[in-house]
């Protein structure tokens, strides 16, 4: 047995973790197509879950930069390689097209310190035929045949369908919190590497609903990257408002329909430019009837500039939200919070029950 660890790139912060050849985990950055993995026994670890589930990230991002990643370098991708190498990976997808660039440069890193490196692309064309040979080469390198990838979007889709549910719950009925549907939905991007687990804890959600929260508040969406601030959700419900949106948590759960696994993530928004993800939105704003948008962004990320579309696009106002490094809710942020939500409270006539 080999191994890679911590300790072995010059670190003695973290216990070494030491994993053989036939490590079926495969790290992701990203959300990718899982069914694959799952379909050859493979077992997906999003990095990014790693990352902020850790009990201290912000030690994480130290760590990264201690081994030469640079300051001004988006928080994320310092977790994400920390994370490659608490975990002990001998493996992790890089998404080459639909994500960012900072992912390319990780992966060339990764790549130096021993770890393989698997490219996946979401073409830009959004045309069926180049992702279908993704997704080919994909399970091809995993070794998954279409029927077992069938058989895993169907096992998948199960599960997905429970997060979907709790989202609805939650937005709905107000019966389940925010933070709580955040969790459900983003967790979707690697079942937490066991679907039947996965799924036995949604279903646990499910089982034990609160008594309806009160309408009475601003219905707020959230945009962007998940949020590396903590406790965001609780904040936005001590200034008087319900989170009722996670634009991109609800992409990784696949929300629509779809006939097969090219159809599925040609729909998903996310690595598809702004256009898209407009649609989604301005859909769901008038769906959940949402009142106002915070949009957080990530320092050093490419993905701030799509705040200058939303804002023009997007019929209710918008509040931008920066975060750096991992943490909770500063004072600013939570007065900025507080201003925000007191205004969509005075724009919103209480017998409408909206404010535009
Ligand atoms: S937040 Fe932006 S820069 Fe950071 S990993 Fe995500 S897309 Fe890349």
């Not at 009990?55 to 994320?76: H, I, K, M, T, Y």
Request: aromatic share 8%.
């Amino acid at each position: 047995m080999s191994g890679s660890s911590l300790s072995a790139t010059g670190s003695s912060a973290w216990p070494s973790v030491t994993t053989g050849p036939d490590d079926p985990r495969i790290g992701i950055t990203s959300t990718v197509p899982s069914e694959v993995l799952y379909a050859a026994g493979r077992i997906p670890v999003d990095l990014n879950n790693v990352f902020v589930g850790s009990e201290d990230p912000l030690a994480w991002v130290e760590w990264a930069e201690s081994q030469g990643f640079p300051r001004n370098c988006c928080a994320w991708i310092k977790g994400i390689y920390t994370a490659a190498h608490r975990s002990g990976l001998r493996r992790v997808i890089i998404v080459s097209e639909g994500d960012c660039s900072q992912t390319h440069a990780l992966g060339e890193v990764l790549r130096d310190d021993g770890i393989e490196t698997i490219p996946f692309a979401f073409p830009q064309s959004r045309q069926p035929e180049p992702l279908a040979r993704e997704i080919s080469a994909l399970a091809a390198y995993c070794g998954a045949t279409p029927d077992a990838v069938r058989a895993a979007k169907n096992r998948l889709d199960a599960v997905r369908s429970m997060a979907l549910e709790i989202d609805r719950v939650a937005w709905a009925e107000g019966r389940i919190g925010g933070a709580e549907a955040h969790w459900a939905l983003v967790s979707c991007s690697d079942m937490c590497g066991n679907p039947e687990q996965f799924a036995e804890r949604l279903l646990g959600i499910l089982r034990h609903t609160e008594d309806p929260a009160g309408d009475a508040g601003p219905r707020i969406g959230l945009l962007g990257v998940p949020p590396m601030i903590d406790g965001l959700h609780d904040c936005v419900e001590e200034a008087g408002a319900r989170v009722v949106f996670a634009e991109v948590p609800r992409q990784f759960a696949m929300p629509f329909p779809a006939r097969d696994l090219v159809d599925q993530y040609l729909q998903y928004t996310y690595p598809y430019g702004v256009g898209p993800r407009l649609d989604d939105i301005g859909a769901q704003i008038a769906v959940r009837r949402i009142d106002g948008l915070i949009h957080y962004v990530q320092s050093f990320c490419f993905r701030q500039i799509a705040d200058l579309l939303l804002r023009r696009h997007l019929p209710v106002p918008i509040l931008t939200l920066e975060g750096d490094r991992p943490g909770p809710v500063d004072g600013a942020t939570r007065i900025r919070i507080e201003t925000f939500v007191d205004m969509l409270g005075v724009r919103r006539p209480p017998k409408e029950g909206r404010w535009r």
